[in-house]
């Protein structure tokens, strides 16, 4: 085997997971792609001399790095977005994989990658590569170049920021299927009841159409009664033209609108830990968010 086919063929066998955790540090697939593009040209220049004894911990240290710097620049371009912003919804995979690991998982649910957004970088890097890929103190400090006693000074305040937000608890997706089915059909048919015995008091809607779809206002709206109101008065955009599906995005059930066969809309419900009620309705409209779905 040639020196650049074993080179490509080590950063593909690790590429999944290096996906993996930079879309959970950054929540875009083109921000992504380019810090895996960054990692793969250091990777190509330094694979050659046969230095490097641990291929994955040098990926992974590369990887976060530059995440990390990415994530202060997307922050910065974020204060000029139009409306909330919500990280790019995935679709699922039928079999699971390095990546699909955390796709599957509570891990990168809109709700947490939404709280995610609150923390700096650094912090993010940690909670991520802590919390959601088990790596340990010493090893997350080798990879950020911080001492450990930092490392784990910013797992603590993460953390603590994270549970007092987003509480850790896992749905059944059996239930979390079947509740995104009769919500969606309560707001497709007008059915206040329906969709109000559903609502949690103080649900939030978070609505991403990035002032080029329509959206549910410039800011997250909170309450029963005027989420409930305003999906009931716009119908989330169901009519006779829109086709309903249901598919796994992100890790979690979704549902997905279609009109003339490209997608329009892909609505995520967060549930509190009985698997009842709704406490968040994330919608993406923005389009440009949409492409990679099919």
Not at 34 to 41: A, F, G, I, K, S
Not at 77 to 97: F, M, V
Not at 161 to 187: I, K, L, S
Not at 225 to 251: A, K, N
């Amino acid at each position: 085997m040639t020196t650049d086919a074993a080179a490509t063929e080590t950063f593909t066998e690790h590429r999944e997971l290096l996906f993996a955790i930079v879309y959970s540090m950054l929540g875009t697939v083109a921000d992504t792609e380019d810090v895996l593009q960054e990692t793969w040209l250091s990777w190509e220049r330094r694979f050659p001399a046969g230095a490097i004894d641990h291929p994955r911990a040098y990926l992974v240290r590369v990887a976060v790095n530059a995440a990390m710097a990415r994530d202060r620049a997307i922050k910065r371009r974020r204060e000029t977005y139009i409306g909330p912003w919500l990280p790019e919804p995935l679709p699922g995979a039928e079999e699971p994989d390095a990546a699909d690991h955390l796709m599957r998982s509570e891990s990168v649910s809109m709700a947490l990658m939404v709280v995610l957004e609150s923390l700096s970088p650094a912090e993010r890097a940690v909670f991520v590569l802590r919390e959601v890929f088990g790596y340990g103190h010493t090893e997350i400090a080798e990879m950020t170049g911080k001492s450990s006693v930092a490392v784990r000074q910013l797992a603590h305040r993460a953390r603590s920021h994270v549970r007092a937000r987003r509480p850790r608890y896992r749905v059944d997706p059996r239930v979390h299927r079947e509740v995104t089915e009769r919500f969606m059909t309560a707001v497709a048919g007008g059915d206040m009841d329906g969709l109000f015995d559903l609502l949690a008091p103080d649900v939030t809607l978070i609505c991403d159409g990035g002032g080029r779809a329509p959206a549910a206002g410039p800011r997250p709206l909170h309450g029963a009664e005027r989420v409930g109101g305003l999906l009931l008065r716009r119908g989330f955009g169901l009519s006779e033209e829109v086709e309903l599906d249901y598919r796994s995005v992100g890790g979690a059930p979704a549902a997905l609108m279609y009109r003339d066969g490209r997608i329009v809309s892909v609505l995520v419900l967060d549930l509190d830990a009985e698997g009842d009620r709704v406490t968040g309705v994330y919608a993406v409209t923005n389009p440009d968010k949409l492409t990679h779905l099919r």
